[in-house]
């Protein structure tokens, strides 16, 4: 019943800025922790940033500096804003969430949510 959903990627030359954005929906109780994810072609997922619902950040040492991660608690939505992009940064990006929803009247649930991913190119 927890969705996240993905926009913004695209293609941009080197040197270029893309913004991602991740929304929320469904039965969200509270987001503990928002983060986005990427998988290059033939490699693993890895992490590019995480934020607490505090506000605290942290950074993929390949992104620190380039990339700001972001996000808007009303709204349930985060953001992020990719600076100087590199052609290594081509990959698909996933947003990731760990949320506690609403599960029946009563109850509430923790679990780790995906969105589908959004491919970013960067051309050089």
């Known amino acids: 019943q927890v969705q996240l959903v993905e926009s913004g990627g695209g293609l941009v030359q080197a040197g270029g800025s893309l913004r991602l954005s991740c929304a929320a929906s469904g039965s969200i109780f509270r987001i503990n922790l928002m983060g986005w994810y990427r998988q290059a072609s033939g490699k693993q997922r890895e992490l590019v940033a995480t934020?607490?619902?505090?506000?605290?950040?942290d950074y993929a040492d390949s992104v620190k500096g380039r990339f700001t991660i972001s996000r808007d608690n009303a709204k349930n939505t985060w953001y992020l804003q990719m600076n100087s992009l590199k052609p290594e940064d081509t990959a698909v990006y996933y947003c990731n969430a760990d949320i506690t929803a609403f599960r029946g009247t009563n109850s509430r649930a923790r679990d780790h949510y995906w969105g589908r991913g959004t491919q970013v190119t960067v051309s050089s």
């Open positions: 934020i607490t619902s505090g506000g605290s950040t």
